[in-house]
């Protein structure tokens, strides 16, 4: 267990320096959890999650067919221990902190899909997270590498196969009904590396944490994507732009310094650069008249 919020610190940074891929993404995943629970002890969780590795060992599955694995991989998390999406409280803050999403069984599509990637992984299974826009959705491979070998999987509606039709009629409830024949576009398909799936766990946090003004929580959230996705300008750009809002000027100037000098790295940069700029000159601003209003401030002579 990491006892100290600099070893916290050293630990995402290592998945910021890395290629994407992480040893252990449920376990990084309850590190990012433990953040917002201090002093709570991980050791059930790590227990619990030994726990789902054995059950599904037990099931002695021999057989190299993608789906009898999916199916294993669903009796195990939904059927015996009962891990399906949060419909009613869909934006609940919990339902993205795997500490609470193994203590309640319920949680996103991204956080479900850790445990079963980290089941999966446990018993040497090629399982990675999908670029599906919207709904985070999961492919597991059997022992053929081809498309046929291959199955597509929802943890939040109970670890359903998905074929094609599924997948369309998904895109059609998230584009509107005059979709009326939704592409299943090739970037869809693409695999998406662990620290992404990490990034994505975090942004649904952040935007929960922006629609009730918790920009406190944000900035926490923001602090953590910068470190274990550095390579992200936007993530600096945000952070700098909340710290400048709620009036930490240092730490907001030296985000919206590095965002400035990384520039080209954004998408509409001549836009957020102009922002930028704006923003370092008003942080410039208020520097100067905080520094005269404290020279006007000179001691009364009794």
């Known amino acids: 267990m990491i006892e100290n919020r600099e070893n916290y610190a050293a630990a995402l940074k290592a998945v910021g320096r890395g290629d994407g891929g992480i040893t252990d993404l449920a376990g990084a995943a309850l590190l990012l959890a433990s953040l917002d629970r201090p002093g709570v002890s991980l050791q059930k969780y790590d227990h619990h999650l030994k726990i789902l590795a ?14 009898h694995r999916a199916r294993a991989l669903t009796d195990v998390l939904y059927a015996r221990h009962e891990y399906t999406g949060n419909k009613e409280f869909y934006e609940d803050l919990q339902n993205a902190n795997l500490m609470s999403v193994i203590d309640t069984r319920k ?24 670029n599906f826009p919207q709904h985070f959705l999961i492919r597991l491979c059997g022992a053929s590498s081809a498309a046929a070998g291959q199955v597509i999987i929802d943890p939040f509606n109970d670890g359903k196969i998905l074929n094609a039709k599924d997948l369309r009629e998904m895109i059609q409830d998230f584009k509107g009904l005059e979709y ?18 990490l990034v994505r766990l ?37 952070l700098g732009m909340l710290l400048a809002h709620v009036g930490r000027n240092d ?23 102009q922002q930028v700029i704006n923003t370092l000159l008003d942080l410039d601003k208020q520097d100067l008249e905080s520094k005269r209003s404290n020279v006007l401030k000179l001691p009364e002579i009794e």
Not at 113 to 127: D, E, K, M, P, T
Not at 206 to 222: F, M, P
Not at 251 to 273: G, M, P, V
């Open 54 to 67: 054995l059950d599904l060992k037990s099931m002695n599955i021999t057989s190299q067919s993608a789906t």
């Open 107 to 130: 949680g996103l599509p991204v956080s479900l899909s850790i445990l079963y990637i980290h089941a999966a992984r446990s018993q040497g299974w090629h399982i990675e997270g999908l």
């Open 180 to 197: 009326k024949n939704p592409d299943l576009r090739p970037e869809y398909y693409e695999p998406i590396t662990d620290r992404q799936i």
């Open 202 to 238: 975090l942004e649904n946090i952040k935007i929960r944490c922006l629609k009730v003004s918790d920009l406190g929580q944000a900035i926490n959230i923001l602090m953590r994507l910068v470190l274990i996705d550095p390579e992200d300008i936007q993530h600096h750009y945000e």
């Open 251 to 273: 730490r907001a100037r030296e985000s919206l310094t590095y965002c400035r000098n990384n520039i080209d790295k954004i998408t509409q940069n001549d836009l957020i650069e």
